[in-house]
């Protein structure tokens, strides 16, 4: 082998393969997305800065494929969870979706098995049954995949308590999310639980835990080591290592397990087992599919390196291996016992694999990858381990590409400096890319002709009696979203007779609709604290100017779906509405982390995030909410009401465009009649700070697809209706209206909220349900979310940033706080 990349640079792991490979003559290429203690290594011949894995995907794939090429390496070894983006990236390319990204030629150097392979692996609840399959011992696992479960299993628990268990997600590294439950205790709660974030109930076993490092070529292991933890950094992530016997008892079962499993599989990589040794024999209990610290007991001599090229390594050598500062950091927490104390301290003697002889890394490099991670653990309001994986772990998204946001060009990635022993290089990721039109080509379609249908009504205040902005629209990967942005006021013109909608105003969202909850709060003296604070907060968001706003995605609606861009579409499109709007603040609405990255993404391209409210959400994918009962008494009164239910059809059979758009029709009867149950409801019943739809905007919505309309009537009248849209697997009815004249007994809201979650699942997406009448709402399947108004302002004078962070501070600080206490 005449030169290896290693990606993930960053961990320890890569180090120490660095050093095996270097000292078997490859000339040593490493990557990563931040700066690395790999990087100073004397093995390594040249060193890159890469995208995030994570968050600019494509771009990281890019940049690896450019690398590789430049060195002509033999082998690519990535060896974090980097590994499941670049495996997705390549196997789309040699599947032939994306055909012009030239990452197919990876493959056959791609020391990474396929990504349905990793994720079987990595998923544990999928792991359980490939260990199943294999015929491998393992704790007795039920996954949960709904909320609603979890409450049922919960309560099953409390009515008849059972022995200790262990709670852990689908999706996780270093044990950090792992939750231990006591015999009689009950299951703890937990934030969220989906189909696409699974948590698994396991018995939690009684034994010795230990773990295993495997490499394997084409189904053959041809490295081994068993070893135990014997100094951890918090819950899982070990610091110091004693090597087992691989030849004799759990050892040698730990071995044999890895030999099915490589061969069950036909597994080219490298994986690591978690285990426990108990008096019934060992069982497994999960898979890590990339590099872990069982690298750290191979020394030079035992021939790790020829592994990878399907030469069988020696047993490692090294009985013991420790990583000195993380050994150090972690000394006080894990000493609980004298017994702690002196453990630690005979540890002390087992080399160090982040400074061997020969190698020492540099103190001050060693600090500043303490420092990065200390630095990312406070940006993204991690701990410190899982700051550490950050940006390029994987939990199971799709990837541009299998998902179908395809990007439809992709330069080859070349540094632009010669070679060298050492190169840090950010011009190996991409320099420019363009996308496709998102597969969601209605989605698109109906944003744009609802722009041009805007502009062609004479602009929005001909549609919503209390929204005057202007509005355009721009493209984020691939996908056409609205842009509102203030007016600009015509000489003469009166203002406006009231204040403006939340939906394009965050002073009348934070200062207006606050005041009107103020009713809510639970004592006298909490609500003159509020006013006060409201009054003071009123002053400072006025003086900052704060409704000077540029809103992405924001289509005059109470809640917006959001695509889940890669952070350059966002850097890309923050910095397009920067030099359009100068003195302007950019921001996003209805932005949730419910299966999307969005939330991460825009704190990465340093928006802040300031909740807004809580939403909630109901899984009407799968059939579990049809289940509950208030659900069924719902569907029993729809059912025997003597209603009918009636879909408006659009105008056109075909998705809109913009020239269908170029003339919206009048309105007619029905479009009047719906304007007027939703503002009997919305404006009427709850607050005039909510947008003033008119029957122009209804027969606009209709007609450019932007809502489909279902009308609930009797004899010829409609009494109730919904307006709801889909995408991104979500829908949301943003539009509902009832005849409030009706006899609350009737139960119309009740119909209507039916009929809204049985949409959503005929649509086989889950359902957003927006805020309001929570208690309701979580009677029927819904769980609650935080939802964020995320905002840049870097760009903006000093005021108007003060503005915005005195507004961070009030909610995040006092107002989340007091909502959470509440539950209001």
């Known amino acids: 082998m005449t030169a290896v990349l290693l990606t993930g640079s960053r961990a320890p792991a890569t180090l120490d393969l660095a050093r095996r490979f270097a000292e078997e003559g490859a000339f040593v290429v490493v990557a990563d997305s931040e700066p690395t203690l790999t990087s100073a290594s004397r093995a390594v011949g040249a060193a890159y800065r890469v995208p995030s894995a994570r968050f600019r995907p494509w771009e990281f794939a890019e940049a690896v494929a450019g690398i590789a090429r430049r060195h002509a390496v033999d082998l690519v070894v990535p060896t974090c969870e980097e590994t499941f983006w670049l ?138 080591v068993a070893y135990r933890p014997v100094w951890r950094a918090g819950a899982g992530a070990g610091v110091a290592f004693e090597r087992l016997d691989a030849s004799v008892g759990p050892g040698a079962e730990a071995r044999a397990i890895a030999e099915l499993l490589a061969a069950h599989l036909s597994l080219t990589g490298q994986f690591g087992l978690d285990l426990m040794a108990t008096p019934a024999g060992v069982r497994v209990l999960e898979c890590n599919p990339r590099a872990t610290s069982g690298v750290h007991l191979f020394a030079h001599g035992d021939g790790l390196a020829g592994a990878f090229s399907g030469v069988a390594a020696h047993p490692p050598s090294l009985a013991s291996a420790r990583l000195a500062i993380p050994h150090a950091m972690y000394a006080v927490a894990g000493m609980k016992r004298p017994a702690d104390v002196a453990s630690w301290v005979a540890q002390l003697r087992s080399p160090d694999a982040l400074r061997p002889p020969g190698d020492r890394v540099p103190m001050a490099t060693l600090l500043r990858s303490v420092a990065v991670q200390w630095r990312t653990s406070r940006r993204a309001r991690v701990g410190l381990t899982e700051a550490s994986t950050y940006d390029l772990e994987w939990n199971g998204e799709l990837v541009p590409g299998r998902s179908g946001a395809v990007p439809s060009r992709f330069a080859a990635a070349e540094p632009s400096a010669p070679p060298s022993r050492f190169v840090t290089d950010d011009s190996a990721a991409a320099t420019s890319r363009s996308c496709q039109p998102s597969a969601d080509g209605v989605h698109s379609g109906a944003m744009a002709a609802f722009v041009d249908g805007v502009r062609a009504a004479g602009g929005t205040a001909a549609l919503v009696a209390n929204v005057d902005v202007e509005m355009g629209s721009t493209e984020v990967g691939g996908e056409v979203l609205p842009v509102t942005s203030p007016a600009r006021r015509r000489p003469g013109a009166s203002p406006a007779s009231g204040p403006p909608s939340y939906v394009v105003s965050p002073f009348t969202h934070y200062v207006h609709y606050a005041r009107e909850e103020l009713g809510e709060l639970p004592s006298p003296a909490l609500r003159v604290v509020a006013r006060l604070t409201l009054g003071a907060l009123s002053a400072v968001l006025r003086a900052g100017r704060v409704d000077e706003v540029v809103m992405v995605g924001n289509a005059l609606l109470s809640t917006n779906l959001l695509p889940d861009p890669e952070e350059r579409a966002v850097v890309e499109v923050t910095a397009r509405l920067v030099a359009e709007h100068p003195g ?153 209206g009832y005849d409030t004249s009706v006899p609350q007994e009737i139960g119309l809201y009740r119909m209507l909220s039916y009929l809204i979650a049985r949409n959503a699942h005929d649509e086989g997406v889950d359902l957003h349900n927006s805020s309001g009448v929570a208690d309701f709402k979580r009677n029927r399947g819904g769980e609650p979310e935080l939802e964020y108004t995320a905002v840049s302002t870097q760009h903006l004078p000093a005021r108007q940033r003060a503005a915005w962070a005195v507004l961070d501070a009030v909610v995040n600080r006092l107002a989340v706080p007091m909502v959470t206490r509440h539950h209001l």
Do not use: M
């Open 584 to 736: 302007r603040a950019i921001a996003w609405r209805s932005v949730h982390g419910r299966g999307s990255q969005l939330p991460e993404t825009l704190r990465r391209a340093g928006y802040r995030l300031i909740p807004s409210r809580s939403v909630l959400f109901a899984a009407t994918r799968d059939t579990e909410w049809s289940t509950l009962r208030d659900v069924k008494r719902d569907r029993a009164l729809l059912e025997g009401s003597g209603f009918t239910v009636r879909r408006l059809t659009a105008r056109d059979a075909r998705p809109p465009t913009p020239a269908t758009a170029a003339t919206p029709p009048p309105p007619d009867p029905v479009h009047t009649r719906i304007a007027e149950l939703y503002r009997q409801l919305y404006i009427a019943k709850y607050s005039t700070s909510n947008p003033q739809y008119t029957a122009e905007f209804v027969a606009l919505a209709q007609h450019t697809g932007l809502l489909e309309f279902t009308l609930l009537e009797r004899d010829g009248r409609i009494v109730g209706v919904f307006g709801s849209r889909v995408a991104h697997g979500l829908l949301t009815a943003p539009l509902v």
């Open 87 to 224: 495996a997705a990236a390549v196997d789309g390319a040699s599947a032939g979706l994306l055909s012009e990204l030239h990452l197919s030629e990876l493959r056959p150097r791609l020391f990474a098995p396929s990504i349905d392979t990793l994720r079987r692996l990595h998923d544990k609840a999928a792991f359980a049954r490939v260990l199943d399959e294999i015929g491998a011992s393992r704790p007795a696992t039920e996954v949960i995949d709904s909320r609603i479960a979890w409450r049922r299993r919960a309560a099953a628990r409390a009515a008849h308590p059972e022995a200790a268990l262990v709670v852990k997600p689908a999706f996780s590294r270093f044990g950090s999310r792992t939750r231990f439950v006591g015999p009689g205790e009950p299951l703890p709660a937990i934030d969220r639980i989906t189909r696409d974030e699974a948590w698994l109930i396991q018995e939690r076993l009684a034994g010795a835990e230990f773990c295993s490092y495997a490499v394997a070529v084409e189904g053959r292991v041809t490295a081994f």
